[in-house]
């Protein structure tokens, strides 16, 4: 169902995670790896504070497109902007990295 570029991709961003101090340096090489998989699109991370986002880590390219929020843990959120995917599943799994990661890291 997933290529194997999508899967290689995805064991990268878990395994860099692991070898980092703290969250926002997990968050920033995943989100550096994941809009190198996806070109020309925008990933960050923001943690909520009651009304206010608080930017946490990201890396992409910038566009003038309406960015896409997903609240995938209690105060996180992760914009994306510019995204498609092949598969549906890609973002799920992706929320479902960025729940790991802020879950091992925080």
Sequence with gaps: MFSDEFKEMVSSCIA??????NLKSALEKSAKIITEFYPDTKLWFAKSF???WCFLA??????FIQPQRIEYQ??????????S???EDEKA???DLFRIITNIQK
């Design 16 to 21: 860099e995670s692991f070898r980092c101090e």
């Design 50 to 52: 009651g009304k206010r």
């Design 74 to 83: 209690d105060g996180y959120a992760a914009f994306l902007q510019n995204f």
């Design 93 to 95: 799994v992706l929320i």
């Design 85 to 87: 995917f092949a598969h």
């Design 58 to 63: 990201g890396a992409g390219t910038d566009s």
